[in-house]
């Protein structure tokens, strides 16, 4: 199966480009073997959160960043949310904000 990627918005696809560079170049990866394989590749790349939505677990030297996403068709990854990690679990706002995201995306809202 051929999967694509695509990003909820333009924001979210600029704040992919913000990240700092090696926390970017571990991101780029993990959507490049997503692009391969399917979202389902495994810690410590990707792990499901429940009810639809996933997460890509990017690591760096500078830090750590999460880019929330789900599943549209059978071979449509949506990229809802990126953001930096600073706590041990993932910040509810951002949990929220994700899930509001996939709710338009599946519902075609957007």
Known sequence: MEWKIEFYN???KNDVGK???TIKAK???IKDKMLEQGPDIGMPFTRAMGKGLFE???KGQAG???GLFCIVSNST???LHVFIKKTE????KELELAIKRMKKVKNHDI
């Open 10 to 12: 333009e924001t979210v």
């Open 19 to 21: 990240l700092h560079p």
């Open 27 to 29: 991101f780029e990866a």
């Open 56 to 58: 890509i677990r990017a």
């Open 64 to 66: 750590i960043a999460r």
């Open 77 to 79: 990854i949506v990229i």
């Open 89 to 92: 679990s993932t910040p509810k």
